[in-house]
C-alpha cells in the first residue's frame, strides 16, 4: 500500500511538472510572438519616418555667399534626420517661426559640446566650440559687437558653457552674422526639416 501511494504520487508530480512546462512554454510563446509584433510595428514605423522627400528649392539671400549663392539651386532631403544624426557643418533647411519661409544655415555646434565667447583685442567677441574659434568659410573669424553677442551670452550663461541635448548652434557664412543663432538664439532640433545639399 504504501509503495503504490509513492508511485501515485510520483506519477501526479510528473504529470504537474509537465503542464506546468507547457503552461510556461505557452505564455512564453504567446509573449514572444506579441514582443515580435511589437518589435515588426516599429520596425515598419521606424522605416516610414525614415523615408526622405527630396526638394528642390532656389536659394534666395546671401546668408551662405561662399558655399552656396543666391539663385542657386538646392536639394533639400527632409526627414532626413529621422533616422541621421546631425553633424558639424551640415547645411540644414531651418523653420524660423517668425519666417513665412525656411532659412538655411551651417551646423557649428551639436549637443555635448562647450561654447563660449570670448572677447578680442578689437573689443568685439569670437565664438569658440570646444576651445577652437569658429570661422566662416574663408577662414575668418566670426566677429560679433557687444550688442550682436547678447542673445548668444544668455545661452552660455544658461547652458553653463555645454550645449544641451537636441540643441544646436546655427550660423551663416558672414562674419558678423545673419538671421541665425546670433539672432535667435539655440535652435532644437524640432525645427529642423532636412539637410541642404548643392546640386552638381
Keep these: 500500500m504504501e509503495i503504490e501511494n509513492n508511485k501515485f504520487f510520483n506519477l501526479?508530480?510528473?504529470?504537474?511538472?509537465?503542464?506546468?512546462?507547457?503552461?510556461?512554454?505557452?505564455?512564453?510563446y504567446q509573449n514572444y510572438f506579441i514582443i515580435g509584433q511589437v518589435l515588426g510595428e516599429k520596425v515598419v514605423e521606424e522605416n516610414l519616418n525614415c523615408i526622405e522627400e527630396e526638394q528642390s528649392r532656389i536659394v534666395k539671400g546671401n546668408s551662405l555667399h561662399g558655399i552656396i549663392e543666391n539663385g542657386e539651386?538646392?536639394?533639400?532631403?527632409?526627414?532626413?534626420?529621422?533616422?541621421?544624426?546631425?553633424q558639424r557643418d551640415d547645411v540644414i533647411n531651418y523653420q524660423y517661426t517668425s519666417n513665412k519661409n525656411s532659412i538655411i544655415k551651417i551646423v557649428k555646434a551639436i549637443p555635448?559640446?562647450?561654447?563660449?565667447?570670448?572677447?578680442?583685442?578689437?573689443g568685439n567677441y569670437n565664438i569658440l566650440v570646444n576651445n577652437q574659434i569658429l570661422t566662416i568659410s574663408t577662414g575668418e573669424p566670426y566677429e560679433l559687437t557687444e550688442n550682436k553677442k547678447q542673445m548668444l551670452a544668455l545661452y552660455e550663461r544658461d547652458y553653463k558653457g555645454k550645449i544641451p541635448q537636441d540643441v544646436y548652434l546655427i550660423l551663416g557664412n558672414v562674419v558678423s552674422g545673419t538671421l541665425d543663432s546670433t539672432r535667435f538664439g539655440l535652435i532644437s532640433k524640432n525645427g529642423i526639416i532636412g539637410k541642404v545639399i548643392k546640386n552638381n
Design 112 to 122: 555635448g559640446d562647450d561654447f563660449k565667447l570670448q572677447k578680442n583685442e578689437q
Design 73 to 86: 539651386m538646392v536639394k533639400i532631403l527632409k526627414n532626413y534626420y529621422n533616422c541621421n544624426e546631425i
Design 12 to 28: 501526479t508530480v510528473v504529470f504537474l511538472i509537465i503542464a506546468i512546462i507547457g503552461i510556461v512554454s505557452f505564455v512564453t
